[in-house]
């Protein structure tokens, strides 16, 4: 691959400089009033979202800068890329065909997607069986309740969307573990019976320590119950790349669904790691949100810039970290299905993009992927919105809301509402010092109490957010959201000159902590670490005694 031009040499990053300068004391108000279709020309819509990101410190010549610094970036031949399969996992020379996954053609992809259909059959199979209550445990009784055992992208993505669509679940009952701490298997499991419960062990690699120490545990849980070794079949499922693995920890093949090394963990909810939502929300929903998702992802590849969602995103994200110095990122959905949403976020965007050299190995001197974080509307509201309204950093949000609840509770969700968009316009409008202090005085304060008191309640504002709509969450709109933000993520690690597809950075501490295993498994106290680690080793085995 030839070294392309880093972020900041790229021609029209000097002229969206000039733009930062400007617009940094432009008041997003005035943009407004110098303007009434703002609403309107700054919002775009597809595949059921309409994004409004009205609300930024961006002009339209500033937007027509930043789709020029896209160009020349060549965002338009990365997106190709990512979709015709060329290997845009350079470090690990292998394509990133995620969009596959949920495609219904194989545009150019045949015998790979020979290979997702029949993996997506056979799971539709597996899935339909445990959602109808058609398949029986040990003792003859059918399986009520399915635990997905698997970490990052094998958890963090079905526990969403399974969580999502809960209006949607039928009648079987679906857990996630994840956490090595034995307390997350056993909290779970200390509600279920083992003769009515499958076990998901979802690896892409089959490797994971965590995953696999969980899923020992699940098997030992269900010998102990009286399962034979025999019957452990009936209650054992894998998704994995990695067979053999599979067939060691004692699961036949047809108990196993494949995935594939050109589809990253954190981008794998479509294929058969999303077998647990599958189970919970039965087929014809799974396909729906499969279909949301290739919806965006057609939008994607064939909608100009200026009305590309995606895109239009990462243009944002560049905006503010390169050019407003923002390190943080903040996502808030107002409906409560989604509150695992920052959590699947932050894997897709700190995973795939905080890296500090290019795809070529070349130290960056910009920043890349901000922190991000973020929660349920209203609780942050309660919690950390200080912050953003009236903190020292700024934190671009996105707030993310279905416009119909499944609820029906018609007067909570007006609130919840309420406080969504009372939140955006609040951070955008602020309050000066001088309408503090009049509200103080109108509350019968005394004037110098005023006084004091205003620079307390005065608020900046001109704080940038974006509202993502959508009429309501469902299967095919919780897919397309999904794919949006997994685009934007590209789009930025593309501009950013990155690799998003791979994660070195989490090996060294995997290799530092089997190290540690063994002194802690160790009995002699020989332990040579750093002298820190060394002390912490042995407080730890003290502790035992
Ligand atoms: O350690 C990070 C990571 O490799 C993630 O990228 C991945 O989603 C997670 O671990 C789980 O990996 P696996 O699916 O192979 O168990």
Partial sequence: MTARALLADLPAYTALKEHAAKLQFASMEGLFNADSNRASTFSASAAGLRLDYSKHLLSASALSSLFELADQAGIRESIEALFSGAHVNTTEDRPALHTLLRASSGDGQESRFQEVLSARNRMQVMAQTLYRGEHNGYSGKPVTDVVNIGIGGSDLGPRLVTQALKPYHGDVRCHYVSNVDPADLLDTLSTLDAASTVFIICSKSFRTEETLANGLAARDWMLNAGATVAQLEQHFLAVTTNLQAAKDFGIPQENCLPMWDWVGGRYS????????????????????????????????????????????????????CHFFHASNHVVLPYDHSLQRFPD????????????RVSAEGQPLDYGTAPVLWGSAGTMGQHSFHQLLHQGTLLCPVDFVLPLNSHTGADQQHRILVANCLAQSRTLMVGRSLEDARKALLERGLAEDKAAALAPHLAMPGNRP????????????????LLALYEHRTFCSGQI???????????????????????QLTDARDDSAMDAATDRLISLWKEAQR
Avoid at 295 to 308: G, L
Avoid at 344 to 355: H, V, W
């Fill in 269 to 320: 909810v479509w294929s058969a790691v999303g077998l647990s939502c599958a189970v919970a929300v039965g087929w014809e929903n799974f396909s729906e949100f499969l279909a949301g998702a290739e919806a965006m992802d057609q939008h994607f590849r064939t909608s100009e810039a200026h009305n590309n969602l995606p895109l239009l995103m990462s243009l944002l994200e560049i905006w503010y």
């Fill in 344 to 355: 699947f976020l932050q894997q897709l965007t700190m995973e795939s993009n905080g890296k």
């Fill in 465 to 480: 957010s974006s509202v993502i709509t959508m009429d309501s969450l469902n299967p095919r709109t919780l897919g397309a």
């Fill in 496 to 518: 950013w000159r990155i690799n998003s597809f791979d994660q070195w950075g989490v090996e060294l501490g995997k290799e530092i902590s089997t190290e540690i295993l063994g």
